[in-house]
């Protein structure tokens, strides 16, 4: 059971939270690249800080003023990127499939709950990051490193070794976000180039709505398609045709309530619920999905013979585990429906249905034409390939069949897939677009961190060189050192 939340939010709250983890993750990248330039700004004014202090300032007050300045710049930051969020979000709202989304989603705006709790999180990764300089400050340690002009080895805030540990874990966190990045794609190319149990390749669909159009009642529709079909078939360079209900690559669909012959009942457990899908003859030729045992829908069966039924794998493994399904029986509308008793003749393979159930059946629509779900159907037409000349060779030939009719949604069925999966693409693209900032921020906040402790170190290097080292010797340590941290920092993020 869902609830209507559920229903309609169906896995945007897990897209959503990826999203904001790697907004989190870059917030945090950059307070690694405050914390470094706070640290850099301490070091070029040690001597006007020094000083301030012989002139009686006080650390506290030292401390209170670089934190003021700090959340000054960051206040400015804050109102220029949610002024910028503001001028943005209609361009990134027209840019993404928020609009096909139905009425749920039209509202799209800056939320002032989330600015206020995003601008919040800012400000505290701001604390976070002057926190090494408020230390120093408090500790005086300002003082000697005018005297040395050197930050040696030392452990605390401004120390290679602190800074080395920003180094890796910017590395850490670019790694965390990159590799997200890399496997959310890889799992989603993965899993839309797996078998669909549809075959989308020279695949185009026409809906047709015989329904409103006079063909009211079922005998008549499916006297209608059928003269479409043959007609349909005729045409040069078509390879296969079939028509059905509800395209199962649409993000739509319609449940039957059905019950396997045998199995008892216990308490209100007496209904599963399947995809129903109303077909033709030559449906799974046209839409390319194997039949795996038994057969397919045919031209025989038809109103006045026996019930038969065509599952997938999926309903097959949920009625009859360990047994062979081909003939055995499901009850229509339930265990205490008393509906018909339809006969499985075929098991098909299983088909990724969007946004749906998992488990389908195929009923010949000939067998139960007052079908209120086929007043407008899917005609499913393949040819060698994708071929324009094609389609409207094949329009011409539905049109002969009755020009009144509307023909509409005429689509190759790759392109009803990039359709559908729209919102996983423009989630994909937002987090490798976070990723690729990420790296980015990373790769400056590095080169950063790394050029300002080398400038720090200039007296030691200047006196290794007048003792006889080699430049290839100062160059080797130096590098040694970053790929070092680097490499901490990579073990630490893989």
Known sequence: FKTIEEEVLEGVPRKVSALLWAAVLVLMIGAANIASMILARLHGE???LTVQVALGAGRGDLSRRFLAESFVLTA???????????????????LSPVSDLGPYFQDVGVDLKVAAFGSLLALAAVLLASLPTAVQLKRGEYGSTLRSRSIGTRRGPGGIRFLDFLVAGEVAVAVILLTGAGLTVEGVRGEWSSDLGIDPKGLTTFAVAPGPSGYEEGEERVAYMDALLERVRAVPGVEAAGYTNLNPMRSHGWGASVWP??????????????????????????????????????????SGDPGVVVVSQGAARLFWPDEDPIGKRIIGGGANAGGPLLTVVGVAEDVKEFEFLSETWYRPLKQDPRDYNTRVLELFVRGSEEDAALVSSVRRAMREVDPDVPIFNVQAMNDVLRFERRVESFATLLLALFAGIGIVLAAVGIYGILSYTTGRRAREIGLRVALGASRREVVYDLTARALKACGFGLAAGF
């Open 46 to 48: 040690a001597r006007e």
């Open 76 to 94: 400015l930051g804050l109102f220029l990127g949610l002024t910028l969020s503001g001028g943005t979000v209609g361009f990134l709202t027209r």
């Open 261 to 302: 012959e045998g199995r008892t009942p216990t308490g209100r457990d007496d209904v599963f619920t399947l995809n129903h899908r109303a077909v033709s003859p030559g449906y799974f030729e046209a839409a390319g999905t194997r039949i795996l045992t038994g057969r397919g829908i045919l031209p025989s069966d038809g």
